[in-house]
């Protein structure tokens, strides 16, 4: 089954510890996202990839870093600069080839603080 | 600056009755605008979507109106069910390279047995 994987669905971070949350995708798409939501707030988006080895900030960049090694998978890393990191996480994806198409998103990453 | 923004923050229908959660856009550069349902704990699943070039576009028990007029797109559910139970998103993409989506803070809909 195509789709969108993300891990793991909780994870707790210690203070100045960086942690890593895993996006991968088998749907072939070129375009990958990654969102952070808060409660009774929309999607904010933090960065996005268009394709491997390229990404752009979003709308919230600071304290987060991402790679884009394989088109399959988008990481995104949760730095010791983030300070206020609790969260729903969640990574989307799209293809971009098509023209008009919906983002498909994961089932999120849950993130607080221990 | 851009905003996709709902009208009601909750609504709650009959089983059976017919749901309209409605959206409004600011930014009139949106060609591109998307209906998403989110449950209690998973990631948002797409619905419809709809072109600006549409006004109304339907699917399975769902129908997506446009009105470009006054930049505010509606979500019809016919027939309200248990399972349509969740929070309701609209985004709305930017015409051009970029076609980064605009969220609204989203609906949630309670159907009541």
């Known amino acids: 089954d195509g789709g969108i994987t993300q891990s793991p669905k909780y994870l707790f971070r210690k203070e100045g510890q960086n942690v890593t949350l895993s996006c991968e995708q088998n749907?072939?798409?070129?375009?990958m996202y990654w969102y952070r939501q808060d409660p009774g707030q929309g999607l904010r988006l933090i960065y996005y990839?268009?394709?491997?080895?390229?990404?752009q900030k979003g709308d919230i960049a600071e304290g987060y870093s991402v790679s884009r090694e394989k088109k399959e998978s988008f990481p995104l890393t949760v730095t010791s600069a983030q300070k206020n990191p609790t969260a729903f996480y969640l990574c989307?994806?799209?293809?971009?080839?098509?023209?008009?198409?919906?983002?498909?998103f994961g089932d999120g990453t849950r993130l607080s603080i221990l | 600056g851009e905003s996709v923004g709902l009208h009601l923050p909750t609504l709650s229908v009959q089983e059976g009755d017919n749901s309209i959660i409605n959206c409004a856009y600011s930014?009139?550069?949106?060609?591109?605008f998307i209906w998403y349902k989110q449950e209690s704990g998973k990631g948002p699943q797409f619905i419809i979507d709809?072109?600006?070039n549409m006004d109304k576009r339907q699917g399975q028990r769902v129908t997506v109106l446009l009105n470009k007029t006054v930049k505010h797109l509606s979500l019809q559910i016919a027939a309200t069910q248990p399972g349509d139970s969740a929070v309701y998103f609209c985004?709305?993409?930017?015409?051009?390279?970029?076609?980064?989506?605009?969220w609204g803070l989203g609906t949630s809909l309670a159907v009541n047995p």
């Open positions: 989307a994806s799209e293809d971009r080839g098509r023209g008009n198409q919906p983002q498909h």
């Open positions: 749907l072939n798409h070129d375009a």
């Open positions: 990839s268009q394709i491997v080895n390229d990404f």
């Open positions: 930014n009139s550069a949106s060609d591109y």
């Open positions: 709809i072109r600006s």
């Open positions: 985004a709305g993409a930017l015409a051009g390279n970029n076609r980064k989506l605009i």
